[in-house]
């Protein structure tokens, strides 16, 4: 029994030994496999536990082999004891690498379930990318397609167009095809009529060739008439001349012999006739002044607005700003010695200065200029020797009784009143043959406040013609500033043009062709007659020096208007200078306020432009350009700046030569 327990012991000592050593070697593989790392594979686990069961199996024998060879049971004791410690080893090792087994069966189902899902993932990136693949393909195409959708869009929208305007051109053909044949029936019956008409044509024509033929041969038949009539005419005006100075002769003939008679005794008792009788006798426009009464104090604008209303009153329709130029030329007698009023005929030129004179209560003496006129004599009278009296015009009366310093006594009356004298249709005859002398006088007046001194007056007195009786001296005549000269002139084939003498010191005043007919309606009642003295108009006329403050603006524009008239080859001096200031002082006021703009605007039109007659608009069109900017911009005149462009305009259109054709305002 004890032997049988000790050899159970040994056999469950050697078993535990085996289990030890199998344990350890089982530990020791499963620590080689923990080595190689947990993604060791299940295959290469169960081919080591085989491996190591194969040498569970040797370790088995082994122990068998062993058991004979057990000598004694203290040194199995003391190898069981070793073996269960190594049992023990082992079996923890064993505890750990079942831990580790099941870790590393976990770790190879996920990795398994890792690589299923990337297979999985792989397979759908696949599919994935094929169908992005498709996809860009299918909208590369769309991309494609919707270009051509654009394209086709424009193309059926240019059809469509071409659809509408074919069938546009369709009804136009069916339209003119209906209109072909109408003209295909017209053309046949013009063809027949040109026919006709071609045949009438050549009758015409050997007609019309007869009469260019008559009309060349009486062309040269009137210029030999007319070369025969200038000679005749010449003729007649030397004849004329010859006669007049014949006639002189004679009546100082008649002179000496009626001398030698008294100094013979034999012209009896009969009493000498008075050479200056005609001249003494007062005019009818001055018996008329004569008559009225005067006009109490006023304004001048009081006096304009009269003038106004006067010119309705009869019909008449001026614009404010021409009675204002009209009535400030007036003013500048001193410095500006007239105002001619120029443009075609039945514009009004004469009625504006009659009706300004009855309004403003001013004497009027309106001189019909004639053709014949060629000397002072015809403005002022002549001497009749025959008769041995001065027979004066009309103007040389007034003029007399009208002159403070050397009129006669019973006319000092009349010597505070005023007179505005006319020259209508001053160009019928050569101007400087019958007015130069006469228009020299009046630029040579002293200032107003100088004509007191009889030796400031000396050069501007006219000496009347008249052999005066012994002892008595020849009649002078100063035309005085109560004297007031204007002048008409037409534009048509009989006149004359104005002299540049003429032009320099007047202001010219050109009445446009009206843009419309107006029916001229009096509106109101005229003005009653009254006298304007000389004394109320001479508080009206100012010098330069009124313009105060504004004078250095006055001057510079007149440095403007000098720098465009020399670029025009048209500059002017220092006595146009002047008169333009004096003009711009004297311009009335309106309400407190004096309008330098609109006043210089007024010398651009009456004094400068009448002086570019006759310049070549191929130099100057630029120059011209400029004034008319100038004078919109800077005067604000754009009614004027247009008339001035119009006036080039024609002038380039037609001879190339610029002439001033004047404004039309209102």
């Known amino acids: 029994m004890g032997s049988l327990l000790l050899t159970v012991m040994v056999i469950g000592f050697g078993l535990l030994a085996l289990t030890i050593v199998m344990v350890v070697v089982s530990a020791r593989a499963d620590q080689a496999i923990t080595i190689k790392g947990p993604l060791a594979t299940l295959g290469e686990l169960e081919a080591q536990i085989r491996g190591k069961s194969t040498t569970l199996d040797d370790l088995e024998a082994e122990l068998e082999k062993r058991r004979g060879a057990i000598s004694s049971i203290s040194d199995i004791q003391a190898e069981v004891d070793s073996l269960l410690r190594q049992k023990d080893e082992l079996l923890a090792e064993w505890q750990q690498l079942e831990e580790r087994r099941q870790e590393v069966l976990a770790m190879r189902q996920e ?101 260019e033929e008559a009309a060349r041969i009486a062309e040269s038949r009137l210029e030999e008439l007319k070369a025969d009539y200038t000679d005749e005419a010449a003729r007649v005006a030397s004849t004329q001349t010859e006669l007049s ?184 005859a050569r101007v400087e043959y019958y007015f130069s002398d006469f228009l020299s006088r009046l630029e040579s007046r002293p200032g107003i406040d100088e004509t007191n001194r009889s030796e400031a007056r000396k050069d501007a007195e006219l000496e009347l013609d008249i052999p005066m009786p012994e002892g ?75 313009l105060a403050e504004d004078q250095s603006r006055v001057e510079m524009h007149v440095e403007r208007m000098v720098e465009y008239m020399t670029k025009l080859g048209r500059p002017f001096g220092h006595r146009l200078g002047r008169s333009i200031m004096a003009y711009a002082a004297n311009y009335p006021e309106d309400n407190g306020r004096r309008d330098i703009q609109t006043a210089l605007a007024d010398q651009v039109e009456m004094r400068l432009l009448p002086k570019l007659r006759g310049i070549e608009m191929e130099n100057a069109s630029t120059e011209l350009q400029e004034l008319s900017n100038y004078v919109e911009r800077e005067l604000s005149d754009p009614v004027l700046a247009d008339a001035i462009r119009h006036s080039a305009e024609v002038a380039e259109d037609g001879t190339g030569q610029f002439t001033w054709r004047g404004v039309t305002r209102g």
């Open 111 to 211: 990795t398994e379930d890792a690589q299923s899902a990337l297979a999985d993932v792989t397979r759908d990136f696949s599919e994935k990318s094929s169908e992005l693949e498709k996809v860009e393909a299918r909208l590369k195409r769309a991309e494609e397609l919707v270009g051509q959708i654009s394209q086709l869009e424009e193309d059926h929208n240019r059809l469509e167009q071409t659809v509408s305007n074919l069938r546009e051109e369709l009804a136009n053909l069916q339209t003119l095809k209906a209109r072909e044949e109408e003209l295909r029936e017209k053309i046949e019956k013009l063809e027949r009529d040109i026919t006709r008409v071609e045949a009438e044509i050549e009758g015409f024509d050997r007609r019309r060739e007869e009469a």
């Open 245 to 428: 100075r014949m006639e002189a002769q004679r009546a100082e003939l008649l002179a000496q012999i009626e001398t030698y008679k008294d100094k013979a005794g034999i012209s009896g008792n009969k009493k000498a006739a008075d050479p200056l009788s005609e001249l003494n006798a007062l005019p009818p426009v001055l018996k008329d002044v004569n008559t009225w009464d005067t006009h109490a104090q006023e304004q001048e604008n009081e006096a304009l607005h009269r003038v106004s209303n006067h010119m309705k009153a009869h019909g008449l329709d001026y614009h404010t700003r021409v009675i204002r130029a009209f009535h400030t030329a007036m003013k500048v007698n001193e410095t500006t010695q007239m105002a001619v009023l120029a443009g075609i005929s039945g514009t009004g030129k004469s009625q504006l200065p009659r009706r300004y004179a009855q309004a403003m209560g001013i004497g009027f003496l309106q001189v019909p200029v004639q053709p014949r006129w060629d000397s002072p004599q015809d403005l002022m009278g002549f001497y009749n020797y025959i008769e041995g009296q001065f027979r004066p015009t009309d103007l040389a009366r007034s003029l007399y009784h009208l002159d403070a310093f050397n009129g006669p006594a019973e006319s000092s009356d009349l010597q505070d009143r005023m007179m505005l004298v006319l020259l209508d249709e001053m160009n019928l």
């Open 472 to 546: 008595q001296t020849t009649p002078r005549i100063f035309p005085g500033y109560n004297v007031l000269f204007a002048g008409t002139m037409n534009e048509d084939e009989s006149t004359q043009s104005l002299s540049d003498k003429v032009v320099d010191r007047a202001n010219v005043m050109r009445f446009a062709a009206p843009k419309s007919i107006k029916a001229g309606t009096p509106q109101g009642k005229p003005a009653d007659s009254k006298a304007l003295t000389r004394t109320q108009w001479r508080k009206w006329v100012r010098g330069i020096n009124a």
